[in-house]
């Protein structure tokens, strides 16, 4: 395999790559990884979102790309700074399972669900189209997204590899 330049994105973290690179983030669990695209301005975004809203934020500094509704904007925000236009932007995203069964149907334990339907909501916000997804199920993702091709590679023990 050709040696690539990764860009990390941790957890609750976000970046963004212009013409080459690939944004990889690892450990998505209930947590979704968000991929945003222009592919004409070969610009591209990835957020590790862990949780739907920065309504719950408890924390004194708030950490914008830890919530769907403050990381979707700003992931916007930054590949429009390095030549990205909004209405060219296409959206790929993997990620929000439900990792354990719970008894009670407590609408705090879907973390996963409840990430994916709030990352749709903010993409359906700004009109940016959702090309693919790999969501839910019950098991852990890593994900690589290429700058040059805007393919998606999502890796996973139980279904091996996949391209979106």
Known sequence: MIQQNF?????ADLNVA????????TGLGSCV????????????????????????????????AKYADTAVPELIR???????????????????????????NSDTMRIGPRNVESTKEMLKSF???????????????????DCETGILVIRSVQQGVKEL
């Open 78 to 104: 930054k590949m429009v700074a390095l030549g990205a236009m909004k209405s060219r932007m296409e959206a790929k995203m993997a990620g929000g399972a439900q990792m354990f069964a719970f008894s009670v």
């Open 18 to 25: 212009h013409v080459t690179g690939v944004l990889k983030t």
């Open 127 to 145: 009109s940016i189209p959702l090309k693919a997804e790999d969501t839910g199920a019950n098991y852990g993702r890593t994900i690589e997204f």
């Open 7 to 11: 860009i990390k994105v941790g957890m």
């Open 33 to 64: 990884g968000l991929t945003l695209y222009d592919a004409k301005a070969k610009v591209a975004g990835m957020a590790h979102v862990m949780l739907p809203t920065s309504d719950i934020a408890r924390e004194g500094t708030l950490n914008i």
